[in-house]
């Protein structure tokens, strides 16, 4: 079993950056297809970026295509999420998430594994 840790959230400026990295524990790290998620105050968690295990494929919900950007370092078992041109509307509780398949899944059942979030607030 693997253990998530986010970090580098915070509040930043419309248009503004901030890349987010979740730390995985455990060898196996590379086994593991890597998703990242967002909750806002008073909706439902949605899926924002995915990563196969060795990084030959991401996928990004319409929203944050073009903006965002996941990436992964197996040597480092860190996964990235690299936020640009942020909005008001991003503000969020953002999870990483682990899932065995192997493709990647928008949906957050298949995955097993979940850090504790970090915070992203983005003000107008």
């Known amino acids: 079993q693997v253990q998530l840790v986010e970090s580098g959230g915070g509040l930043v400026q419309t248009g503004g950056s901030l890349r987010l990295s979740c730390a995985v524990s455990g060898r196996t790290f590379s086994r593991y297809t890597m998703g990242w998620f967002r909750q806002a105050p008073g909706k439902e968690r949605e899926f924002v970026a995915g990563i196969t295990r060795y990084a030959g494929g991401t996928i990004y919900t319409d929203s944050v295509k073009g903006r965002f950007t996941i990436s992964r370092d197996n040597a480092k078992n860190t996964v990235y999420l690299q936020m640009n041109s942020l909005k008001p509307e991003d503000t969020a509780a953002y999870y990483c998430?682990?899932?065995?398949?192997?493709?990647?899944?928008?949906?957050?059942?298949?995955?097993?594994?979940w850090g504790q979030g970090t915070q992203v607030t983005v003000s107008s």
């Open positions: 998430a682990a899932s065995a398949r192997d493709g990647i899944d928008r949906d957050q059942d298949e995955y097993a594994t």
